[in-house]
Nanobody, 122 residues
Framework: QVQLQESGPGLVKPSQTLSLTCTVSGGSITTNYYYWSWIRQPPGKELEWMGAIAYSGSTYYSPSLKSRASISRDTSKNQFALQLRSVTPEDTAVYYC??????????????WGQGTQVTVSS
């Protein structure tokens, strides 16, 4: 059973960088052909796919976030991470990590973390 767990600060100040880590257990992030994704849900809005990192290490981003987002991984710890630069209050959301069958917005996701609330406020 694959399990994912998000971790990181719950409060970030405007203009700073949001950093989250997803720790994966029960499966390796280098296993063919899975993609490890970040998704968020702002209050009152739909889920928004942010991007993914592949089993190979290739990265994929939502066009709307590409200029601010970076996804990386640490295979020794079986973790992948999200950095979102220059945050504003509009980046306030519940952030989820998930395993997907592909690198795209509508790719099927079969395992999710429980989600972590991040609030952007001074």
């Amino acid at each position: 059973q694959v399990q994912l767990q998000e971790s990181g600060p719950g409060l970030v100040k405007p203009s700073q960088t949001l950093s989250l880590t997803c720790t994966v257990s029960g499966g390796s992030i280098t296993t063919n052909y899975y993609y490890w994704s970040w998704i968020r849900q702002p209050p009152g809005k739909e889920l928004e796919w942010m991007g993914a990192i592949a089993y190979s290490g290739s990265t994929y981003y939502s066009p709307s976030l590409k200029s601010r987002a970076s996804i990386s991984r640490d295979t020794s710890k079986n973790q992948f991470a999200l950095q979102l630069r220059s945050v504003t209050p509009e980046d306030t959301a519940v952030y989820y990590c998930a395993r997907a069958q592909g690198p795209y917005k509508h790719s099927r996701r079969d395992y999710w973390g429980q989600g972590t609330q991040v609030t952007v406020s001074s």
